[in-house]
């Protein structure tokens, strides 16, 4: 989630930039042992590189080890972990892009795979995993959800892609979606 809310942040910001500001926040990137040193960071990036854009973090309070982290500039918290998944899920009708993760992406993977295998047509959204080795080797979890979407409708909205240009590519050759949620 920081990942998405820095790179919010940072929108306004030219390539070389954003990789200095990437790297200052590698420098630290353990929230969770080394919460201090990870906020001063992230507080040093965001004084070095001042931003109007804003977002939304949408963290847990199931997880108390993991902090809102500083460039959201709107904070929704959910107290059951399953929910937040959920609802956020529903809401991501234009697509799906996974970065490598651990069991909590894993958990949301196959969440949003089961409510794509039992979908139809239009209300299938298109995943795209970001990093062939690490979903194919460190954490394999590719080859089942390709298996699980064999000779489905979403068989053919799902990709494994090294590049975010490559994921944006496979997100905008889907048609337009319907949303999943009936109000």
Known sequence: ????????????????????????????????????????TALAVKERFPSARESLGVPTWFYGHEPPNLFATKIAKFFTNSIREAVLLEQSTGGLVVLPGAAGTVQEIFQDACENYYATG???????????????????????????????????????????AEAMEFIKSMGTLRRRTRW
């Open 1 to 40: 989630m920081e990942a998405a809310n820095a790179g919010a942040w940072l929108a306004d910001y030219k390539p070389q930039e954003i990789e200095l500001a990437l790297q200052m926040l590698a420098s630290q990137p353990n929230a969770t042992h080394q919460r201090t040193s990870w906020a001063r």
């Open 122 to 164: 239009a209300r299938v959204v298109p995943m795209v995993l970001l990093g062939r080795e690490y979903w194919t080797k460190t954490m394999p979890a590719w080859p089942l959800l390709k298996a699980l979407a064999s000779e489905r409708v979403m068989e053919e909205r799902i990709a494994l892609v090294d590049t975010a």
